[in-house]
């Protein structure tokens, strides 16, 4: 059984480029949260979903940043015009139901941005 | 949310015990206490979640104070693969983990 799949590993892109991180979460998990973890600092909630649909967005910086979980296909975190500040690794964890179920994320290795 | 505290860092023997502790003295009551672990350039991994009793699985155990307001995460028998971050983190019904900035356990040979 696949855990948590994240692509790329590593990212680089060039201040003003767009980043597109994608989270496979597990077979038969439909609740995804995305985390970043900015260097020397602990991780922060980002934004969670649930297929089609976002639950609670309220880590996510109000502007550039945005996140969808269609229907088919993986999560995607996307970085608009992106600034050497969204240097981080960013994690993505997935659950088979939702928190009130209490059962544990499994979260994924990440994908580490680089802003040159 | 609840705030926690842990120490910034322990050490351990290879193949002896750890104790780990974690106050979290504002918890509601119905937050569990979850434990993760993050080993160098790795995800977090959970580790164990408990209520009110002790928890026991494959990893570890974990204690909880009968009045709620701290718990132990017990590793049996260190191996140098435990050497990590650990957190302790109270979590409601929100999804929404919140990371403090955990114990870095160091596991000497």
């Known amino acids: 059984n696949a855990g948590v799949m994240q692509n790329p590993r590593h990212l680089v892109r060039r201040r003003g480029q767009e980043a597109r991180l994608r989270c496979s979460p597990m077979k038969g998990h439909s609740h995804v949260y995305w985390y970043r973890q900015l260097p020397e600092e602990g991780l922060k909630f980002m934004v969670y979903l649930q297929k089609e649909n976002i639950i609670d967005e309220s880590g996510m910086p109000k502007e550039r940043f945005s996140a969808e979980f269609p229907k088919e296909g993986p999560s995607i975190l996307r970085i608009q015009q992106v600034v050497r500040g969204d240097s981080a690794a960013y994690f993505c964890a997935s659950s088979p139901q939702g928190p009130r179920s209490n059962q544990p994320q499994h979260f994924g290795d990440g994908t580490r941005l680089s802003i040159l | ?109």
């Open chain 2, 1 to 109: 949310d609840a705030k926690t505290t842990q120490p910034n860092s322990m050490e351990s023997n290879e193949e002896e015990p750890v104790h780990l502790p974690c106050n979290h003295s504002t918890i509601s009551g119905t937050d569990y206490i979850h434990w993760y672990r993050q080993l160098p350039s790795q995800g977090p991994e959970y580790v164990i979640h408990g209520l009110t009793s002790n928890v026991n699985n494959r990893m570890a155990s974990l204690a909880i104070a009968e009045d709620r307001k701290s718990s132990t995460l017990i590793l049996h028998r260190a191996t140098l693969r435990d050497a990590a971050v650990y957190y302790c983190i109270p979590s409601g019904n929100t999804g929404k983990l919140i990371f403090g900035q955990g114990t870095t356990l160091q596991v000497k040979p």
